[in-house]
Structure formats: structure tokens, C-alpha cells
């Protein structure tokens, strides 16, 4: 597709429940990133991928998050044993190698 | 780690005015300048981007100038819109690629 497409929308989880995000990437493009945004402002690079490998996950706080990138499915972020904390908008971004990053529209998950 | 700085956080003007906002960096390695535009309940859009070996830019409206020395970035958009208003964030690579370190954001709204 022309845009990176993100499901769902809004995602709520009671406290200690999984949470499991998709992004599809744009067509062509081999790089995908997941950010998080907490408090409106706050950025922070979680994990990418170079196709279905692993490129850079020293933003994941592996204890509870997990993330894939499997060939002809969306890639997936996962939450186990979701905390308040955790309550933020997710974001997706994928990339060729210009450098230019394309974000989603996000996912909106709320910790109860 | 790359610390990036944005100045000023939010920015108040009347359209046709002009809008300059400011970002510092820390890491004398990067060579990548990008700004980003927010809007309500929507991901980053790259707006503008620069390289270490180009003073200045611009796109229509926008354009973005680089002091290496000082190791700080403007986005300058001239002529403002109503549309213009969003949140506008700097985010210069940390380290690796396009690990963004994204700057505190600037709330810009443009009164008609």
C-alpha cells in the first residue's frame, strides 16, 4: 500500500492482560520502526526491523515486549502482562534506504 | 546518547506571520536533520529534511537552515496558514539508522 496502516485504532486492556499490535508497511519498503509516544511529546524508539531480521531493538524493555516482522504478514508489536505505564500511542514507521521515515496513524492502547 | 533540545515549546502567531523554531543537538556525528509535523490524532509527517553537508533548504513555505558548529537546526515557515497549526518535532538520528531522538515538540497555533 501507498501508507503504513496500523490496527486497530484504540486498544483497551485491563491491568496484567495482552496487548497485540499490527502495522503494515508501505510496499517496497525493507525497514520498519515502532515508537512510542507517551504524555502527547514524549518519543522513544522501541525496535526495528531490516525485513523479517532484527536490526535494532535497544529501545524494547524485553521483559514483557516482543515484536516480529514475518514475511507476507503484518508485522506485529506484543505487549504480555500489560501495566499502567505501558498506556501510550504506538507507532509504526517503515523506510527504503533514503532515510525518509512514513508513520502511521498509531495505535492508542489504555492500561486499566 | 544524542540529546536534542526545541525551542520554543509552544509558539502563538497571526497568519501571514512568520514562524521559526529551533532545534540543538548534541552528537557532532549526526548528518541528518529532519522536522516533522503532528497533527491531532495522527503520526509524524516528515515535512523537510537537510544533510550535514547542505547549509540550507527549502520547499515552498518551509525551509530548514543548519549551523554544524553550533550544532543546532532551524524550521522556518513563512506566510503561516491556520493549517499550519500542529505540533512540529526535530528528530535527528541517534545512533544507528534512523534511530530518531525526537525533540520536545512545539505547539504552533496560527490565529486567523
Known amino acids: 500500500g501507498e501508507e503504513v496502516a496500523q490496527t486497530p485504532k484504540h486498544l483497551v486492556r485491563g491491568e496484567g492482560q495482552k496487548a497485540k499490535l499490527y502495522c503494515a508497511p508501505i510496499k517496497g519498503h525493507s525497514y520498519v520502526f515502532w515508537y512510542q509516544q507517551v504524555l502527547k511529546n514524549e518519543f522513544k524508539f522501541l525496535i526495528s526491523f531490516q525485513n523479517e531480521n532484527v536490526f535494532d531493538e535497544t529501545g524494547m524493555p524485553k521483559e514483557r515486549f516482543s515484536a516480529k516482522c514475518l514475511p507476507n504478514s503484518p508485522c506485529s508489536l506484543e505487549i504480555q502482562a500489560t501495566k499502567l505505564e505501558d498506556s501510550a500511542v504506538y507507532f509504526c514507521?517503515?523506510?527504503?534506504?533514503?532515510?525518509?521515515?512514513?508513520f502511521g496513524s498509531g495505535t492508542q492502547l489504555s492500561v486499566l | 546518547g544524542e540529546n536534542v533540545e526545541q525551542h520554543p515549546s509552544t509558539l502563538s502567531v497571526q497568519e501571514g506571520d512568520s514562524a521559526v523554531i529551533k532545534c540543538t543537538y548534541s552528537d557532532s556525528a549526526s548528518n541528518y536533520f529532519p522536522w516533522y509535523k503532528q497533527e491531532l490524532g495522527k503520526g509524524p509527517q516528515l515535512i523537510i529534511d537537510i544533510r550535514s553537508n547542505v547549509g540550507e533548504k527549502k520547499d515552498q513555505r518551509i525551509a530548514v537552515t543548519l549551523n554544524k558548529t553550533a550544532k543546532h537546526f532551524s524550521l522556518h515557515i513563512t506566510e503561516t496558514q491556520p493549517e499550519d497549526s500542529a505540533v512540529y518535532f526535530c528528530?535527528?538520528?541517534?545512533?544507528?539508522?534512523?534511530?530518531?531522538?525526537f525533540g520536545t515538540g512545539t505547539r504552533l497555533l496560527v490565529s486567523p
Open positions: 528528530a535527528p538520528p541517534g545512533t544507528g539508522f534512523q534511530k530518531l531522538v
Open positions: 514507521a517503515s523506510t527504503d534506504r533514503n532515510e525518509k521515515l512514513f
